[in-house]
């Protein structure tokens, strides 16, 4: 019974550790351990395949593609201490104020800015929660919707490169880092926009919960009474124009630099468009201060000061995987050397800052190694009792070819992240999906990405979502006292913020029903020809890696597995 049940049995070990709530990491390894102890004295497997373990491990940590991880960690976190977060958010705040809605699109547009600079979930939903929420509570908005576009715009640094998920789904997958980032760049900055759309749905259906900040709660004004906006507006065009006009370019200049035939792909002239329009308003922002002319308004001025920092930070990071001059590892050292020389011209690059910013990046990185190397000890005893041919076996039946499969994972991930984390989803689930991935003939890009999107639901959704008791943490939980307007502001309770996660929730899933329908969205930024969601069934080759490809350790699996059947007594 037990050599029958044995991969069922494994999962089962896995679970029951799981809810005596040992440590993720040690519980996949002792999982893996006791069961390959059982396996060989059940006479499943020889004691001679463990020798291969120890490689396994010391290949993880010879692995340069997790690299990227501190680097992009290091960089969010230098970004997240000297205080980009409250700048943006107070700027676009003032930016946007005046229209219906305005605060909520302001805190949406920032929290796509700290997805592409700081890539941290954590630290841009306590930000703008500490900034944005007694804010919008102050003037009127709808608790639901406060709390909701708080929560949601954080977890955008799930899905906006450079993510960390995205970099972990790479490895796992066995795809490289930059065709991850080219192929979810679309998928992200649309899914920004229907956040965006949702906004200005509720502001036009519900003006009354979704007010404009109101006349004296506009800080950057002109001696005249002005706004600013039009100069802004008139910066904005001149920018666009250039940026525009350098689009139209940036093939033929660019190729004959890198000596490139073809058109260059959209997301890296997006990139440089963005970036030389960027340089375009700072160049002449900077003019009109150092020769005091007054052709800039003052918001204006504070937009373009605040704003370009980020812009460039994200051309340096982007700009150099997507042409191919660095690798994700270099584009995450430069975009940390970027962090700290934008701290240091703060001057907010403090030793205690330096420190804190060091060892949580410390933290985080042996986090996720623990969680592999355990991950790897458990998949190890996994494949050595052929646990891929069963997990084979459970999709082999499914309706509906490959989209019966998509659909069937989606929602495995989709319960799974209400309980779980993203890292550990990523390093037991995902290795199991590859082999039958491979097997239908799925670009795992574009696998990669769809999953990468789901589980940015796993920070919004009830009872566990991260992003919810993030933002619990620091909304008030209790009636205060505005220290503005000394009106007395009710607490927001846990199931407000439950409720505002809800609209969100469903505009994530269908991104991802979007991306399944319309493959283009990833594919076609990797120069990869869209797959077809036919009916192709699943047939599971004899041995195959994360790449499709014959796994040469499976092979030797195999061998030592059949000559250890044929020596053991029946």
């Known amino acids: 019974m037990l050599a029958h049940n044995f991969v069922p049995m494994l999962f089962a070990g896995l679970l029951a550790f799981l809810l005596t709530g040992f440590p993720v990491a040690f519980a996949l390894a002792a999982t893996g351990l006791s069961f390959g102890l059982l396996g060989i004295e059940l006479g499943l497997f020889p004691p001679v395949l463990f020798q291969a373990l120890p490689l396994r491990v010391m290949g993880i940590m010879q692995n340069d593609t997790l690299l990227a991880i501190p680097f992009f960690t290091l960089m969010g976190g230098v970004l997240q201490k000297s205080g980009m977060a409250e ?232 700009g150099t995987i997507f042409l191919g001059i660095a690798t994700p590892t270099e584009g995450g050292a430069l975009g940390a050397l970027g962090a700290l020389c934008m701290a240091l011209a703060k001057r907010r690059l403090t030793k205690k800052l330096l420190i804190e910013t060091l060892d949580n990046t410390t933290r985080l990185t042996a986090f996720v190694m623990f969680i592999l190397i355990g991950s790897t000890v458990f998949s190890f005893t996994f494949n050595a009792a052929d646990g891929q041919a069963w997990i084979g076996h459970l999709f082999d039946k499914l309706p509906g070819g490959t989209l019966g499969f998509l659909l069937v994972v989606n929602i495995l991930v989709f319960v799974l992240g209400m309980f779980i984390d993203f890292f550990e989803i990523a390093f037991i689930v995902v290795p199991l999906l590859v082999p039958v991935a491979n097997a239908l003939g799925i670009d795992l890009v574009w696998f990669g990405v769809i999953l990468a999107m789901n589980l940015q639901t796993s920070f919004l959704t009830p009872p566990f979502g991260f992003a919810l008791f993030y933002l619990r943490s620091v909304a008030p939980a209790g009636d205060t006292t505005d220290r503005i307007t000394g009106a007395r502001i009710s607490a927001v309770t846990t199931a407000q913020i439950y409720q505002g996660s809800i609209a969100f929730i469903l505009l994530q899933l269908l991104m991802v029903i979007a991306i399944i329908r319309w493959p283009g969205l990833v594919l076609n930024q990797v120069d990869a020809a869209p797959a077809a969601l036919g009916e192709q069934r699943l047939q599971l080759p004899d041995a195959v890696d994360a790449n499709g490809e014959d796994d040469p350790m499976r092979d030797l699996l195999d061998v030592i597995r059949r000559e250890h059947a044929a020596t053991r007594p029946h």
């Not at 979930?121 to 009127?140: D, F, T």
């Not at 002319?293 to 340096?316: A, D, Q, W």
Request: glycine share 12%; hydrophobic share 60%.
């Open 87 to 318: 700048d943006l958010l107070e700027t676009v705040g003032q930016v946007f104020g005046p229209l219906r809605g305005g605060l909520a699109l302001a805190v949406i547009f920032v929290g796509g800015l700290l997805a592409a600079t700081t890539g941290v979930v954590a630290a841009a939903v306590i930000s703008m929660g500490l900034i944005s929420l007694p804010i919008m509570l102050r003037y009127g908005y709808h608790r639901t919707i406060a709390t909701g576009v708080i929560t949601a715009s954080g977890t955008l640094a799930q899905a906006i490169p450079p993510s960390l998920v995205l970099i972990v789904m790479a490895d796992q997958l066995g795809r490289p880092v930059g065709d991850m980032y080219a192929g979810a760049m679309l998928p992200g900055l649309l899914l920004v926009g229907l956040y965006a759309l949702f906004i200005i749905a509720v502001a036009i259906v519900k003006p009354a919960w979704v007010p404009a900040l109101p006349v004296e709660a506009r800080i950057y004004r002109e001696a005249n009474g002005a706004s600013g906006h039009v100069s802004l507006l008139v910066l904005l065009m001149i920018a666009a124009t250039v940026g525009v006009a350098w689009s139209q370019v940036h093939s033929g200049l660019v190729g004959r630099w890198l000596d490139r035939s073809g058109a260059a792909p959209g997301d890296e002239i997006v990139i440089f468009s963005l970036a030389i329009a960027a340089l375009t308003a700072l160049g002449l922002a900077l003019l009109n201060r150092g020769l005091g002319l007054t052709f800039v308004s003052r918001l204006t001025e504070r937009v373009t000061f605040v704003l370009i920092p980020p812009l460039v930070l994200i051309f340096l990071v982007l």
